[in-house]
């Protein structure tokens, strides 16, 4: 995976062709990257653990995975991987849009159990692992997707679409209504969550401060200091640092410009500062990493 295909938290791109909306990305921790960063989009996507383990959180809950597992991931949902400890793990990232299912008439599968999903009035397993009783004939639907997509045989699109139809089918034979208890509290976290990434993203390389940030979603500084600890692990001050070198690191691999502009164009005024913090985090100097070395 390149090392921009994950550098803005809400994701611009699209991931998947309109003709046929689904596409697998064979990707590594950490040798395509340390993490992938906290951040959503509007397709759905399923990563399938093929060697090694890693971390997944999903909003904020965290997935201790291992080879085989399979994390679900519905649009919408803020989403991470990272590694854990000094461990490797390679995965597939399956992303497609869910309408590629959808009819265009009123359909009772759509209305009955695909916009109750996306709506959060179901609920569907998200963490899918070998003790779970129906792993291995969801497992099946999507190694068999791949298969199709990796020799592409006459009309395998339909057969990929049966496949699918068939993971979901397995997914809602164990669902169950969503708990309305703690979900109108998590959906406003969950809010303000996606409020203080979109302020990052527009203004990252500006002298962001804690009061500005708390300002922009209604916190006290100190309020806003907890609440970022709590649902992140870290610091808002370390975050932003590790997000303004992440794409630092992109803009190294995409353009041509120099190593001191784009310093200064993700936020970084010290270029020695900036050459430092890069090599803490990537383990080569900003020249090397361009020069993939």
Not at 204 to 219: D, R, V
Not at 261 to 290: C, H, W
Request: net charge neutral; glycine share 4%.
């Amino acid at each position: 995976m390149k090392i921009g295909e994950y550098e803005n938290y809400q994701e611009k791109r699209s991931h998947t062709p309109s003709s046929f909306p689904y596409v697998t990305y064979p990707c590594s921790i950490p040798l395509d990257r340390l993490k992938v960063p906290l951040h959503w989009h509007d397709e759905m996507e399923l990563v399938y653990v093929k060697k090694g383990c890693g971390i997944v959180t999903v909003d904020f809950t965290t997935y201790h995975v291992s080879a085989g597992d399979i994390v679900v991931i519905l649009p919408g949902q803020l989403h991470s991987i990272e590694q854990q400890q000094s461990f490797s793990m390679e995965y597939e990232n399956i992303i497609f849009r869910l309408d590629m299912l959808f009819p265009r008439q009123e359909d009772l599968c759509v209305s009955s159990y695909f916009l109750p999903l996306l709506q959060r009035q179901l609920e569907i397993p998200a963490y899918l692992h070998k003790e779970w009783d129906s792993y291995g004939a969801a497992a099946a639907c999507l190694d068999e997707a791949d298969r199709l997509c990796g020799h592409r045989p006459p009309a395998y699109e339909l057969s990929v679409k049966s496949q699918l139809f068939q993971f979901f089918y397995i997914l809602f034979s164990h669902s169950a209504s969503a708990g309305q208890t703690d979900a109108p509290s998590k959906r406003r976290s969950l809010d303000r969550a996606k409020l203080i990434f979109k302020h990052i993203e527009n203004h990252y390389a500006e002298n962001l401060t804690i009061k500005e940030m708390a300002e922009s979603c209604g916190f006290s500084q100190s309020h806003f200091m907890k609440f970022f600890k709590a649902s992140f692990g870290t610091s808002f001050v370390a975050y932003l640092k590790e997000y303004r070198l992440s794409k630092a690191a992109s803009l190294l691999v995409s353009s041509s410009s120099p190593i001191l502009t784009i310093a200064q164009e993700t936020g970084f005024d010290n270029l020695s500062y900036f050459n430092r913090s890069f090599k803490s985090m990537f383990g080569v100097t900003p020249r090397q990493f361009r020069q993939g070395l």
